[in-house]
């Protein structure tokens, strides 16, 4: 408890001043983009800050995704280190979920979804014929808004992606994985003698943590969080984030979010997402105390969404 | 303040009106369900009156002495040739000697069923060892009598206008007063197949029948309706072609069940030459008639699987397959299965179809396999609401009351199955 309390009073965001983060969220599905003139979103493609960073470990160059006529993402281009935390934000509908999803290639099973531009992960292209969407997803797992745990036990739960990939020589060592990812996800005291009850029994918050530890199991490379706390109660939210910390030892995570303290407190670089465009991204504290463009000042004080 | 005063009135001035409208609507479904009901207790109480009388059959006692010059002639015994019917005329005749003239003999010999030779045979056939002795054996008795003890035949009416005269009565009487008529369990009913005899006529062959033609059924049209509902929702892209083959399916659980039979009669029967009246041909013909229902069944269970789940497992690499494999056919499964039974209702219940290749035959063997000629419980039922005995009515509704059985019973195995595969979410 006391540690929760603390990541939340923890590390405030620097003089962000920003109203919370319901509100927030009410007003960005009612947004009046109309009020920003055209030319102002269009920037001519060209993103503010830092796209790169040192020893990137995903690439993503000139990516565009249309839903068929539909444009939602526009030449985005952006560099992800190995064991960062980068955080999207952005008014609803602006694309942070189509493009946390060309990350994994979970567009594919979209019908009306086209990706076009180059997504590099350790030097190889995602998007190249010979990539088998299975093995990727292995690489790069997935959390999703709501808890989605398997209606089968805890147990089988963690199991099933050390199962399918054949990861487990035998029992012995399907049990050591399942104990550690859900030691590593922060479940394992809570759930410990319920191993064989079904997952959709826990609680919102555990049953988050549950399909973060099912991610963790398969060992990924990159985890991409797509609000996984929107649906979550403020306790909850605040060990997710302590768990955040922690995995960004190991793991590199892509992680949207409407709430403004979230980003401060668990991302090191922001992504601001606007109209599909990618207009402003860099340091936390640079976005959070000096937002170089209007779209993105805008946005972290509340005045769009 | 006064704006949220006019509000409350509103709200409560219209709650009287909301009160009724509620009440009204809680009747109408009453009633509904009351009228539903009603119709529903009619029918299973009419059938039960009707058809009830039928698991009894009446029994005759004769002391019949198995001679064993009568049966075995040259000292070797022919179970085929020997005279079992002899035998039991004559102990029908030593309960009333005073009865010598031939017609008269005659009448009195229509008072046992054919059924008691066949009896008898069975007996020896058994334990040869009997031959020679008097054995007291109950046998059936013939179905006038059967309606007699039953109470269907007046004698006040004219002798002219019916099945046994006043003679035949009169002898009944007695036989009865000596203790020689009884009401006993009709196992005929369970153990026969059809026959001309209604005294002799069981359900058997057509219960065979109708089991080996769901077998039929079910092995074909679960897996491959299954197939089907998978491939279509899962992996067919959309297409002009895939939406002419949804509207097609979707019609093709509309089609009338008897042009399912003429299909049959050409493409099983005349082009393939599988045998006629075969319970393997009308299992063929009802998969094709329970394929639709079976498909759209599963298509809708498949589409009510949350896409929560198959982004979950997508997410963490499963291929489309295990997708399918894993999660979507175990969770669809208690849908599918609704599917099928109410596909396999309609398949046992289906006459017309089935009368289209020669399954209305007259069958007395019952079916030992798929290919011997068979019928079905319904068009043995159609056979039967035909025939003009009095006996047939009350076997008909028996008949019934058997299917209605099987029904149960296919829906019970339904439902246990469901409830162990049904999964908390
Ligand atoms: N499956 C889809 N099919 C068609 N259009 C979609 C689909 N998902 C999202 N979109 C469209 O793409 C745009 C971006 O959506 P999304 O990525 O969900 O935004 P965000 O996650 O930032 O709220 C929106 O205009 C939305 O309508
Ligand atoms: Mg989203």
Redesign the interface.
Known sequence: MTTMTESITDNPPPQAPVPNDGRQRDRAEGIVLSEYPRQETELGGKTIGKISCENPFMVVEDVNVYYGDNHAIRNVSLEIAKKEVIALIGPSGCGKSTFLRCLNRMNDSIESARVTGKIMLDGQDIYAKEQDPVALRARVGMVFQKPNPFPKSVYDNVAYGPRIHGLAGDRAELDAIVHSSLERAGLLKEVKDRLDEPGTSLSGGQQQRLCIARTIAVNPEIILMDEPCSALDPIATARIEDLMDELCEDYAIVIVTHSMQQAARVSRRVAYFHLGLLVEVDETNKIFTNPQHKLTEDYITGRIG | MAIEKTTREKVEAGLARRHRKEALFRVVGMLATVVGVLFLGIFFATLVAKGSTAFKQTFVQLDITLEADVLAPGGTLDLGYADFDGLVRSALGKQFPEVTARADRRQLYRLVSVGASYALRDLIEKNPALLGTTQSLWVPASSDVDMLIKGNIDSNVDESLRTLSDQQIGWVTRLAARGRVESRFNKALFTNGDSRDPELAGVKGAVVGSFYMLLVTITLSFPIGVAAAIYLEEFA??SRLSDLIEVNINNLAAVPSIVFGLLGLAVFIDWMALPRSAPLVGGLVLTLLTLPVIIIASRAAIQAV?P????????????NT?VVV??VLP?AMPGMLTGAIIGMSRALGESAPLLMIGMVAFIVDVPGSLTDPATALPVQIYLWADSPERAFAERTSAAIIVLLGFLLLMNFAAVVLRKRME???
Request: aromatic share 4%.
């Open positions: 892209p959309r949350p929560s789940i198959r982004e979950a497992a997508l997410g963490i690499g499963a291929s295990q894993h999660h969770l999964r908390k979410w």
